[in-house]
């Protein structure tokens, strides 16, 4: 089993810039994609990030609406997850989700119950 815990989510102006950490406990799975989810109220839940390790190899994935404002980054030393964002828009405003996989992502596994563990979700508001 896998345990997240994130922080890092709070009330930020437009413009603004906050971090999301993510840190994922677990004795015996071996993790290979991290990344973040977010939803708004009223709309479905979204890839915002992912980084997968693949071999020796780092992939990372942005949803087009966010390119070049976040950044993702891993730690795999302590299973973290971290998740830059800048330049926050009010379109920003939702519930973010850690989500670990078994599977990177883009494999058929990847989001199965098999492979997938999420986060309790930490609140981004984006305001003025």
């Known amino acids: 089993q896998v345990q997240l815990v994130e922080s890092g989510g709070g009330l930020v102006q437009p413009g603004g810039s906050l971090r999301l950490s993510c840190v994922a406990s677990t004795t015996d799975v071996s993790i290979s994609s991290m990344g973040w989810y977010r939803q708004a109220p009223g709309k479905q839940r979204d890839l915002v990030a992912d980084?997968?390790?693949?071999?020796?190899?780092?992939?990372?994935k942005y949803a087009d609406s966010v390119q070049g404002r976040f950044t993702i980054s891993r730690d795999n030393a302590a299973n973290t997850v971290y998740l830059q964002m800048n330049n926050l828009y009010l379109d920003d405003t939702a519930v973010y989700y850690c989500n670990v996989n078994r599977a990177p992502f883009g494999h058929p596994a990847y989001g199965s119950d098999w492979s997938s563990y999420w986060g309790q979700g930490t609140q981004v508001t984006v305001s003025s």
């Open positions: 980084i997968s390790s693949v071999g020796s190899s780092t992939l990372t």
